[in-house]
């Protein structure tokens, strides 16, 4: 069985799999997968494509695909953390074939959230927390780790392949953070910086890279430094002067910032080496961007249905752009 899906002649093929198979879920042109981008949604409905289903398994199956045929592949397994096993078999596949591969998976293997900070260290305007990895069985050791990696506290501690803001604690000392490890999973500690605005308010921004683009997708204010979509509604719906912020950021594809803002976001493009992620981050007072995350994981929908935040819609079509030309699409192309 090779795994592939889709019919008629194709010259794009969509790999997607995970190492725990019971997260994907499949339905026609559309999946669901926990732990993956949905920038594919900004392709047309109707463009033809193959999907390969990649499983830890897949050199034990039996026939395996051939892939010979394909101009381009887009690689759909962008979290690092939890899919070790299916991203080596995806770079054993892909061995001697000559199609444009998007995001290969040896540039995903390196965008953890310990790697990272590594990666950006040194980026002119740029302020990334360290990070390490720590294992949640040997809780002693965990806290001489962190107390040899010299982190500045409070640290954030998350598990390992979580998303959307959901963490384990924010922590004093090396001691209570070690002592909130649980089982034998894995985490990381990052430090906390301080991005509060000279308002009080914490402002997140997010934008995506698409091959040589830069798209503003959007800001979000809050009062707490664990900024969450929920805080659009919470904080932002009320509030006309930060609704006219957010908006005015929108007067240019690529955000109307400083253009100190925009050497730092191109420099981090140039570090990274993905064809296309996601970035959140926070401006320090003094002008400085300060790093949250940076990976190909990161989603682009939904929007929200709320006509106060239309504005936020006018990213859509430049990244359908961007996203056809990276794939050698017609620009232009009708959905």
């Given amino acids: 069985m090779s795994g592939l899906e889709g019919a008629g002649d ?67 397994i962008t979290e690092a953390e939890e899919n070790g096993r299916v991203l080596e078999n995806m770079r054993k596949l892909l061995r001697g074939l000559r199609a444009k591969v998007v995001n290969h998976p040896d540039a995903i293997r390196r965008s953890t959230r310990d790697q990272v900070p590594k990666r950006l260290a040194g980026v002119p305007g740029l302020l990334a927390p360290r990070a390490i ?53 894995e985490y990381i500690a990052t430090e906390l910086v301080d991005f509060a605005s000279a308002d009080g308010l914490y402002r997140k921004y997010r934008f995506f890279f698409i091959g040589r683009h830069l798209i503003f997708r959007h800001m979000l204010a809050s009062d707490s430094w664990n900024v969450h979509a929920k805080d659009r509604a919470r904080i932002m719906a009320e509030r006309p002067d930060l609704l006219a912020e957010e908006e005015a950021l929108f007067d240019r594809t690529d955000g109307a910032f400083p253009g ?49 935040f239309e504005y936020v819609k006018r990213c859509e079509a430049p990244a359908r752009q961007a996203f056809r030309e990276l794939l050698g699409l017609a620009v232009g192309q009708a959905e």
């Fill in 133 to 185: 990895r720590l294992r949640g069985a040997k809780p002693a050791h965990a806290q001489k780790l962190i107390e040899q990696a010299g982190l500045t506290f409070p640290i954030i501690v998350r598990r390992v392949g979580t998303h959307t803001g959901k963490i384990v604690g924010l922590f004093e000392s090396a001691s209570d953070a070690a002592a909130a490890l649980e089982g034998d999973g």
């Fill in 260 to 308: 100190e803002v925009h050497d730092t976001l191109r420099a981090v493009r140039d570090r990274m080496g993905l064809d296309f992620f996601g970035m959140d981050f926070g401006l320090m007072q003094d002008g400085r961007v300060v790093l949250f995350e940076a990976n190909a994981t990161m989603n682009f929908f939904p929007f929200l249905p709320d006509p106060r």
């Fill in 10 to 76: 194709a010259s794009l093929l969509y790999i997607v799999g995970t190492d725990q198979p019971e997260r994907l879920k499949v339905e026609g042109n559309r999946f669901t997968l926990r732990g993956t981008t949905d920038l594919y949604k900004l392709l047309p409905r109707n463009h033809p494509f193959h999907r390969l289903h990649l499983t830890p398994n897949y050199f034990r199956q039996g026939k395996q695909a051939d892939l010979s045929t394909y101009t381009h592949i887009l690689n759909l």
